[in-house]
C-alpha cells in the first residue's frame, strides 16, 4: 500500500492512526511509506505437560554407564558415576524432568548406547 504524496494543508488535522504502523522503505529514488495493521498479539499456549526420563538400573560395569550418560546429559562423568551408584540401590532414578519431545530425545539417546530408559509424564501428586 503506499499513500499518496499529497501533503495536508493547515485545515485537514492529521490524526496517527491508533491500529497502523508506518514502516518507512527506500525506493528506486524517493522514500515510499507503507502502512501496515498490528496484527494482535498471540494468545498464550498452555505450559506443556512435563515428562522425567527414568534411567533403569542395568549390570553394566558403572564406568561404562557413567560415560555413556555424560555423552547424553550436560553433567560429568563424576555425576553420571553417582547417578549410576544410585540407580544399582534404589532401581530406576529420574535424570531429567523436560518436555515430552526433548524426554522422547533423551531416552532414544540413552537406549542407542546400550543402556534402558523410559518416560513418563510427570505427576504432581
Same mark, same amino acid.
Not at 492529521?14 to 494468545?43: C, D, G, I, W, Y
Not at 555413556?68 to 532401581?91: N, T, Y
Given at each position: ?13 492529521? #490524526? ?23 496484527? #494482535? ?6 505450559? #506443556? ?8 538400573? +542395568?549390570? $553394566? ?17 563424576? =555425576?553420571?558415576? #553417582?547417578?549410576?551408584?544410585? =540407580? ?7 535424570? +531429567? ?8 530425545? $533423551? ?9 534402558? =530408559? ?8
Amino acid at each position: 500500500v503506499t499513500i499518496p504524496r499529497s501533503r495536508p494543508t493547515a485545515d485537514v488535522a492529521v #490524526e496517527p492512526l491508533q491500529n497502523m504502523k508506518s514502516v518507512f522503505r527506500r525506493a528506486k529514488n524517493r522514500l515510499q511509506t507503507l502502512v501496515r495493521k498490528k496484527t #494482535e498479539k498471540k494468545k498464550q499456549k498452555e505450559p #506443556e505437560e512435563m515428562w522425567q526420563v527414568l534411567f533403569h538400573d +542395568t549390570e $553394566y560395569l558403572p564406568g561404562h554407564v557413567a560415560r555413556a550418560l555424560a555423552k547424553v546429559f550436560p553433567i560429568s562423568r563424576k =555425576a553420571a558415576f #553417582e547417578i549410576c551408584l544410585r =540407580a544399582r540401590e534404589e532401581g530406576m532414578v529420574p535424570l +531429567t524432568v523436560c518436555s515430552k519431545k526433548q524426554a522422547e530425545k $533423551y531416552c532414544g539417546a540413552i537406549l542407542r548406547k546400550g543402556l534402558v =530408559a523410559t518416560i513418563e509424564p510427570l505427576d504432581f501428586s
